[in-house]
């Protein structure tokens, strides 16, 4: 930036002065004058006269009469003058300005503003030029200085976050060159990750040299902790340089002509009570070359410069948060796929999805803060097993490890061992995760796009059970977009489920249990059908664990039991429906209850059919105790499928079993009395005989399985053979008959 000398208005008045005194030193009242400089000139432009203000002020011991008083102009400057002079000349009577320094060299800036008129003889010619001027040094400093600093100001607001902020030191140092008169030379040390400070901007010197120097924080030149701007001598310096090594003492005495500086201004840069930097003015003039203003206007400078390394401090800040979990300190989502982006040479790389099943059961049990101190914990030790640039990041419910370098899969089995056996040591003074992570694991070549690469590793982790690690196929890919569709699909035909049974997306289809002997139907069994307008039927079998997954169930299976119920005030009969284990909340009693009054029916008339495996946990098992003592008839579903166990049929309140197709399938087409299979079945009908339960057979198929259940002494049958679900319209038709 250049001062441009600010323009004044010159004042037209006429001036006719009376001829001056021309001798040096005589006593006028211009001699008294302290802070107005006077000269006056022949119209040749040599000195005639100058008050005792002017010779001091140019540090002149008496006046050079005669001399050229242009001599004592900046030779910048003196063009500039000399045309202002001429303009004075030409219009006697009338003041011009203008401003100038002074020709010394390597000194303190200095800059006075002058007014010149030429003077006339009565006759109205001129006869002299008159000069008075004054000191306005350090108010031209004081403007250089703002100009500078708003510059500077703009340039760190417009930096881009992301620059090094090393140009923008370069910058600050460069302004304090020209802020700062004296400054002949200066230079920049940052402290760095390593605790030194090093060289990182110059001007006059070789920076390139000078950064092969780094300096302890204890050593030269911050030696003396100042923490406020300070002017060190030739002395301090040589005394500074005296303690380092000779290597490092031959560049700074060689290329940064530390045996040279005859004042040096240094100002350390603090931020946030940490000294990060200095800022180093030199001058190899004299040793008292920086004065007061120099000082404070170098102060400010490192101001600036604390606050470009805040902001520096800041982005980094924001970078890391960014990029990582702010609970854990581990690497999050967004660098591990910046990381997948990031172009690199060939090679495969694996990328695995961990997850540790016990994590949210001990969180429940030891709050937050334990969930964190373990995935801590764990993501060290995931660490220690694997190599420096291998990435871990944690998402908040399950980690990422990318590993480079694995080309083939069984390249990648070791380090999951390595984990395995890491993860099974206990954590010290916590609770530890006993069941061992489950391990997806998705191999990418270069071309695999990130977001891919992690929905494999995803798939397969949803394959994988504790302890175990399953590789992604595309065939789990088809599988899950599959998933992907039914779960939106689905969303969407419950959102737009209407509140009738018969339509809409969802229905209920009602299949009957009858007397096998007779054919009377004594109950209905609700089923729920899915028909949707492009796939057609979907099979609760399908759709229901996807409800229950995604947690809509509970939503569902109460529209399914006003349905049920308001089927059975319809028809007169008693209407079965299947309960899923996430309805069995406290508040189903209650909710069952309200939809049997809503159809004006008894709780006999509600059938609920649960599964084996469903009534085991304690908290269910108070739940269908409460529904049983409302009166509502229990059926235990699907028996002989699952894990039965004899206990339960004493424990839970109910009044029937369903007995699992298996065992008809098993029986076959044409069942031999003496078979395995009948004789489990012929079991079952006296075990439910001994404990008063009523025994259903479902899956009936053909006529020769009717007839031999029949001839065994089965009351109630459930099939196709007997009657398939149907809708509500076909179901009212054929109650109609049977009934
Ligand atoms: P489930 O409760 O055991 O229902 C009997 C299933 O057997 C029904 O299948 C029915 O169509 C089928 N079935 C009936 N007779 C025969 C036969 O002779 N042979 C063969 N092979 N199958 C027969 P569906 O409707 O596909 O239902 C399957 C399962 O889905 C049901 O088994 C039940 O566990 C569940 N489910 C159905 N509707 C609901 C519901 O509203 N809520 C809940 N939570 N689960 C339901
Ligand atoms: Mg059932
Ligand atoms: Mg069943």
């Known amino acids: ?6 323009s004044r208005p ?23 004058t302290r802070h107005i400089l006077v000269v006056r000139t022949d119209l040749e432009g040599r000195f005639t006269y100058a008050n005792r203000a002017y010779l001091e002020y140019m540090g002149l011991e008496r006046l050079p009469l005669g001399d050229f008083a242009l001599d004592q102009v900046e030779p910048a400057d003196r063009p500039r003058v000399a045309e202002v002079v001429q303009q004075a000349l030409a219009r006697p009577g009338e003041a011009f300005w203008v401003e100038f320094g002074k020709p010394r060299p390597g000194v303190a800036w200095s800059r006075s503003r002058w007014e010149f008129v030429a003077v006339c003889d009565p006759a109205g010619r001129p006869v002299e030029l008159q000069c008075s001027g004054y000191d306005i040094s350090d108010e031209y400093r004081q403007d250089c200085f703002r100009q500078e600093m708003t510059d500077l100001l703009a340039a760190t607001l417009t930096t881009g976050a992301g620059n090094p902020p090393v140009a923008l030191l370069r910058r600050v140092l460069e302004a304090a060159l020209r802020i700062v008169p004296a400054a002949q030379a200066g230079s920049v040390t940052l402290r ?19 950064s092969r120097v780094s300096l302890d924080p204890a050593e030269p030149l ?61 001058h190899f003039g004299r040793a008292d070359a920086f004065d007061a203003l120099d ?98 990041a944690w998402d908040g419910r399950r980690f990422w490890l990318l590993l480079d370098g694995v080309d083939e899969p069984r390249e990648a089995l070791p380090v999951v061992e390595r984990l395995r056996q890491s993860l099974a040591q206990p954590i010290p003074n916590l609770a530890s995760p006993t069941t061992p992570p489950a391990v997806g694991i998705a191999l990418a070549s270069p071309q695999t796009p990130p977001e891919e690469l992690l929905q ?20 789990l890919q088809q599988a899950l977009l599959e998933e992907q569709w039914l779960v939106e699909a689905l969303y969407r035909a419950i959102s737009r489920r209407r509140p009738s049974a018969e339509r809409g997306e969802l229905r209920l289809y ?165 078979s395995p299979t009948a004789r489990v079945l012929a079991a079952v009908r006296s075990l439910g005989e001994g404990l008063g339960l009523e025994v259903i057979v479902e899956g009936i198929e053909t006529e020769t399985q009717h007839r031999y259940l029949l001839a065994q002494g089965f009351r109630l049958g459930q099939g196709y053979w007997l009657g398939r679900p149907q ?3 076909k179901t009212a038709r054929r109650l109609e008959l049977l009934i």
Request: aromatic share 6%; with cysteine; net charge neutral.
């Open 1 to 6: 930036m250049e001062c441009l000398p600010r």
């Open 295 to 392: 000082l404070r206007h170098a102060e400010v400078l490192a101001y600036h410069l604390a606050l470009v390394l805040e902001k520096e401090d800041l982005h980094q800040r924001a970078e890391h948060l960014r990029r990582h979990d702010p609970q854990t300190g581990l690497a999050n989502l967004a660098l591990l796929l910046e990381t997948l982006l990031a172009p690199r040479s060939a090679g495969g790389r694996a990328l695995l999805a961990l997850r540790l099943p016990d994590l949210e059961r001990l969180e429940e049990l030891y709050g937050p803060q334990w969930r964190v101190t373990v995935v801590q914990t764990v993501g060290r030790r995931i660490l220690e097993g694997v190599r420096l640039g291998d990435l871990l």
């Open 456 to 475: 494999q590793a995803e798939v397969a982790l949803s394959q994988a059970a504790p302890g175990q690690a399953v590789f992604f196929e595309a065939s």
């Open 510 to 674: 009602f299949q009957p249990v009858l007397e096998l002997a007779g054919g009377r139907p004594v109950h209905l069994e609700a089923l729920l059908r899915w028909r949707h307008p492009h796939r057609g039927l979907i099979p609760p079998g399908r759709f229901i664990p996807l409800a229950e997954r995604q947690g809509w169930m509970a939503e569902l299976g109460d529209w399914t039991i006003a349905q049920a119920a308001q089927a059975s005030a319809a028809w007169g009969i008693p209407v079965a429906v299947n309960l899923s284990a996430l309805q069995l909340g406290p508040g189903l009693p209650e909710a069952v209850a309200a939809h049997c009054r809503e159809a004006g029916i008894g709780p006999q008339r509600l059938i609920l059919e649960v599964t084996e495996g469903l009534a085991l946990e304690p908290a269910a098992m108070g739940v269908l105790q409460a529904l049983a003592e409302r009166g509502h008839p229990l059926h235990l579903d699907d028996f002989g499928s699952g894990y039965s166990s004899l206990e339960q049929l004493t424990r839970l309140p109910i009044r029937a079993v369903k007995l699992g197709q298996g065992f008809l399938r098993d029986l076959g087409e044409d069942p031999l009395p003496n």
């Open 192 to 210: 760095g990750p390593d605790g030194r400070f090093h060289f990182v901007a110059a001007e006059g010197y070789d920076l390139e040299a000078l």
């Open 222 to 282: 911050s030696l003396s902790r100042h923490i406020q701007a300070r002017i060190f001598g030739a002395e301090d310096l040589a005394r500074f340089n005296a303690r380092i090594d000779p290597q490092r003492r031959a560049v700074l005495e060689g290329v940064g002509k530390a045996g040279r500086i005859q004042a040096m201004l240094s100002v350390p840069v603090v931020v946030r009570g940490e000294v990060r930097a200095y800022l180093y003015l030199d």
């Open 10 to 32: 010159s004042l037209p008045q006429k001036r006719i002065l009376p001829p001056s005194p021309r001798s040096e030193g005589s006593a006028t009242p211009l001699e008294a």
């Open 727 to 729: 809708s509500a319209r």
